[in-house]
Nanobody, 124 residues
């Protein structure tokens, strides 16, 4: 059974930082591209960042470029999202996502496996 378990969410002041982690089990981690999506109340789930199976390629939504960094540790079956200079617009539930190597993580329909989500709240 595939499990993606996120952690690291919480409450942070605007301008602060958080580091999200996603531990994967039940799948061959290096066979999957990994990514992060988020969903704010009343809004659709949106792409945030993705990283290729080997870690050599990353991509970000325009809204987070220069502030967020995605990385992965294939030895630990874990993907991370370092979030700096957080804004109120960054608030929402952050979901870890996985798709097979041949699939580009873009919109929600490209995702094969989802985590349960972790809440990020930014106070002003």
């Amino acid at each position: 059974q595939v499990q993606l378990v996120e952690s690291g969410g919480g409450l942070v002041q605007a301008g602060g930082s958080l580091r999200l982690s996603c531990a994967a089990s039940g799948l061959s981690f290096m066979l999957y591209n990994m990514g992060w999506f988020r969903q704010a109340p009343g809004k659709e789930r949106e792409f945030v960042a993705r990283i290729s199976w080997g870690g050599g390629s990353t991509s970000y939504a325009d809204s987070v470029k220069g502030r967020f960094t995605i990385s992965r540790d294939n030895a630990k079956n874990t993907v991370y999202l370092q979030m700096n200079s957080l804004k109120a617009d960054d608030m929402g539930i952050y979901y870890c996502a996985a798709a097979p190597r041949g699939t580009t993580l873009a919109g929600p329909t490209s995702v094969t496996y989802w985590g349960q989500g972790t809440q990020v709240t930014v106070s002003s």
